[in-house]
Nanobody, 121 residues
Framework: QVQLVESGGDLVQAGGSLRLSCAVS????????MGWYRQAPGKQRELVAR???????NYADSVKGRFTISRDNAKNTVYLQMNSLKPEDTAVYYC???????????????WGQGTQVTVSS
């Protein structure tokens, strides 16, 4: 039901920038929090940034000041602008919607393929 398609990942040098996009369908887009997550090889998936329907945002400490999440409700799309990229940002990046299951808000189980971001040193 929920479909998420990420794009925009690439190979960049440290200090460079990328803009990721996520096309969303199957939900009432403007209502729910949307999040960007990433998973590096051998690491747990982690939340990078999230944005509410009203525009409130939260960022992981590791990316605060460098990454910006935004959404365009008319286009059902969420974005992640990444600046001052570091090698430790290398990961597969995923977007997802938060849903209310088992007493709390969690990312849905409708994970997409993600988009690869590689930052060279």
């Amino acid at each position: 039901q929920v479909q998420l398609v990420e794009s925009g990942g690439d190979l960049v040098q440290a200090g460079g920038s990328l803009r990721l996009s996520c096309a969303v369908s199957g939900i009432i887009f403007s209502i729910n929090y949307m999040g960007w997550y990433r998973q590096a090889p051998g690491k747990q998936r982690e939340l990078v940034a999230r944005i509410g329907g009203g525009g409130s945002t939260n960022y992981a400490d590791s990316v605060k000041g460098r990454f910006t999440i935004s959404r365009d409700n008319a286009k059902n799309t969420v974005y992640l602008q990444m600046n001052s990229l570091k090698p430790e940002d290398t990961a597969v990046y995923y977007c997802n919607v938060e849903v209310f299951i088992r007493g709390g808000w969690v990312p849905s189980n409708s994970w997409g393929q993600g988009t690869q971001v590689t930052v060279s040193s």
